[in-house]
């Protein structure tokens, strides 16, 4: 397992997304029967719960064990000294095949020191699990921001809250955590990718509290901003339930913050066109909406103008929202 320097960096990854390491299954997150989806679509790697563990909570024993030896750590001199660990977790697998070191993060983890400031915190901060994806574990960090665990670097997710950041979640932080696992008598430091972000809401949980006529305006919403962002020559990706989130910020209606942007890149004439996941949630979600939003998205696919327009003009309560996102000017157009 690498072991680099934990200095924080705020660099942004480059254009390109490097390549995902490993294959999982997509399980679950394949498109349910009937669902129309295009052949050159199915790339979409949106997440999968097929191999994820329902995790029980860690007993209260074992978290006063944890911080009885951690709490009151010390660092030691050492001639070749070891990075001291940000977190401390216990090796607990939230995969029913745990393979890659991120399968053995465990509900709850402590945070012994500030990974922006490197300040040992005091007491250590309990830090709960969030989310899972197919490639990073995600815990709250704070009231306002999650970090996200990865085995490796976190793709364009950096430079993507950067070009849109009226519709992504703010990347506020990237850089190596260092985590303590905890196997009974034994620790193991295991050096992960880190990336600190704004906390965002899953739609599908703003959902349950919206009629069927709002959730389908804000599907075709959601139309009109990825036309925009692929207008810019940017090829979206995963845009399916696990990632599509809400502003906590704004009540009605609600507004954009994807939060996993890591495989969307800067893209020449090959884009890849990832509607899939959309189009899937849709299908689940308000069924009667399926339909239009499909043929918009593929019997407008190179003209964006147009696309736009289309989609907007199914979402009348978003106009001004397109306006302030910046996604239209101020005639409504693209
Ligand atoms: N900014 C965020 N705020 C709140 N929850 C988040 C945030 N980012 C991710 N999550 C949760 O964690 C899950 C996995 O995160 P994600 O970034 O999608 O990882 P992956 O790249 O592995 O799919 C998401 O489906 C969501 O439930
Ligand atoms: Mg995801």
Not at 204 to 232: H, P
Not at 310 to 329: D, K, M, N, T
Request: proline share 7%.
């Amino acid at each position: 397992m690498e072991v680099a320097s934990s200095g924080a960096s705020t660099a942004l990854s480059s254009a390109k997304a490097e390549p995902k390491r490993e294959q999982q299954s997509t399980g679950s997150g394949d498109a349910p029967s009937g669902a129309p989806i295009d052949d050159d679509e199915s790339s979409d790697s949106e997440v999968s719960s097929a191999g994820s563990l329902e995790m029980e909570p860690l007993e209260e024993q074992t978290l006063a064990m944890l911080i009885e030896q951690w709490a009151s750590a010390t660092p030691v001199k050492q001639e070749d000294p070891q990075p001291e660990p940000h977190i401390v977790a216990v090796r607990q697998a939230n995969q029913k095949h745990p393979k890659a070191p991120r399968h053995y993060l465990s509900q709850e983890m402590f945070l012994l020191k500030d990974v922006f400031s490197n300040v040992l915190m005091r007491p250590p901060r309990q830090l709960r699990m969030v989310g899972k994806g197919n490639w990073r574990v995600v815990y709250g960090y704070n009231e306002r921001m999650v970090i996200k665990l990865a085995d490796a670097p976190h793709g364009n997710e950096a430079l993507m809250s950067t070009l849109f950041p009226s519709i992504t979640a703010e990347v506020v932080w990237q850089g190596r955590v260092h985590v303590a696992m905890q196997a009974g008598p034994a620790t193991e430091l295991v050096t992960f990718y880190g990336l600190v972000q704004k906390r965002s809401e899953l739609a599908v949980e703003r959902f349950k509290s919206m009629g069927k006529e709002q959730i389908k305006e804000f599907l075709f919403y959601v139309g009109a901003v990825l036309t925009w962002v692929e207008s810019k020559n940017v090829s979206i990706c995963d845009v399916g339930p696990s990632n599509l989130a809400v502003n906590p910020a704004y009540a009605d209606p609600p507004r954009l913050l994807l939060v996993d942007t890591q495989d969307w890149y800067q893209a020449g004439a090959q884009r890849k066109k990832g509607f899939s996941g959309m189009l899937r949630l849709a299908y689940s979600v308000c069924p009667e909406a399926e339909p239009l939003l499909h043929k918009i998205w593929s019997g407008l696919r190179n003209h964006f103008p147009k696309r736009f327009a289309a989609f907007a003009a199914e979402a009348p309560s978003y106009h001004h929202v397109l306006r302030q996102q910046g996604c239209a000017i101020h005639n409504g157009e693209l």
